[in-house]
């Protein structure tokens, strides 16, 4: 008898252990968010807690699985992560229920069908550089860089923009206490000529690619049109062999760089002024990244002052480059927070 009475006290025992390690397993899933920012060539996720702190980063090219389902599910896999909440950051649209990524032909998702999938209780689904926005309180002087000569900081509306893939435009809004994401399809809008000698130049965008939006010329598609307008006999190269000869002073590529340089200052400039940053404007993005000692050259700044009459207010605003690699997820992660930050 005293056997029969261990072995189901020791049966109990496994029992309760297993239920609390089963109890412990569902408070870690329930408290972990899986955070992604999907772009247009790579994919970044990670695992956030309810501190918004975010681990286990893995980068998937995006040419390396069959859709977006594909690359969560392998995220999932190679973690062995169980979350119940996602927060998707996304290049495209997100009003409705089906998303579909702007510059990722074929990747879309349907949110219901996605959640079930997956198994997410909660699933929010932002514009990538809604999520980016987010981020921008929580980076300091280790996770960006001025541009040009540094100014002070000071508090107000903030603007973030970055060529990459695409051109992306967001703007952080305080009131009332609260930061507040105001997303922004501001890329596409009309582009054109200021210069003399961008006349010919915009003459020759047109010709090849019709209406001339910011994004078109100001993104790493946009590059290459840029190096190709300004030298039609040129060899068409893909935007990273630019930069990296443009870095290399290579004549070509250095001018392309150049004048990218100025028009990016430019647009940077007119949002400055649409949205009157007075809390900065910071730039992101594969391209910019790449580019960025060029972007400290007089050209960047000079461009986003000449906005006259309002070149003593630009020159008060600052221009930072950020420099860590995933303000997309931090965003991501900063969400169920955000709102309750204090400007």
């Known amino acids: 008898m005293p056997l029969i009475k261990s072995k189901k006290l020791d049966d109990s025992a496994a029992r309760s252990a297993e239920s ?3 109890s412990e397993v569902g408070v870690a899933a329930m408290s972990t968010t899986l955070v992604a920012d999907i772009g247009g060539s790579k994919s970044r996720f990670a695992l956030s807690n309810s501190s918004g702190e975010i681990e286990r980063v893995l980068v998937i090219d995006n040419d390396t699985v069959a859709g977006l389902d594909a690359a969560v ?7 062995g992560a169980r979350p119940r909440a996602a927060t998707l950051a996304v290049a495209g649209s997100v009003g409705g229920e089906e998303v579909v990524l702007t510059n990722r032909v074929g990747w879309r998702l349907r949110r219901a069908e996605f959640a ?25 002087a280790a996770q960006t860089r001025p541009l040009g000569e540094p100014v002070a900081m000071r508090e107000g509306v903030k603007v973030v923009l970055g060529p990459g893939t695409g051109l992306g435009v967001a703007a952080l809004l305080p009131a009332n206490g609260r930061w507040h994401v ?9 582009f054109g000529p200021q210069r003399a000698d961008e006349v010919e130049l915009f003459t020759r965008l047109r010709d090849a690619c019709g209406s001339v939006s910011a994004e ?19 060899a068409s190269h893909e935007p990273e062999t630019i930069v990296a000869s ?6 070509a590529a250095h001018a392309a760089a150049r004048l990218f340089a100025r028009l990016l200052g430019r647009f940077a400039g007119g949002l400055a002024l649409t949205f009157k940053a007075l809390g900065g404007v910071y730039i992101t993005g594969g391209v910019a990244c790449g580019l960025g000692p060029l972007l400290d050259e007089p050209q960047f700044r000079a461009a986003f002052e000449a906005h006259p009459p309002y070149a003593t207010l630009l ?20 969400v169920p927070n955000a709102r309750a930050l204090t400007a």
């Open 246 to 251: 443009a870095l290399a002073r290579e004549p």
């Open 20 to 22: 609390a390690a089963q």
């Open 116 to 140: 079930k999938r997956f198994g997410f209780l909660q699933l929010r689904v932002l514009n990538d550089f809604e999520a980016i926005a987010w981020a921008l309180p929580l980076l300091g």
């Open 216 to 234: 078109a010329v100001l993104s790493g598609p946009g590059l290459v049109r840029l190096a190709r307008a300004l030298d039609p006999c040129a």
């Open 315 to 334: 020159k008060t605003i600052p221009t930072l480059l950020i420099t860590c690699e995933q303000p997309g997820l931090i965003g991501c992660a900063a």
């Open 182 to 190: 105001l997303a922004s399809e501001g890329g596409h809008a009309s």
């Open 73 to 79: 599910a392998y995220y999932l896999e190679e973690t």
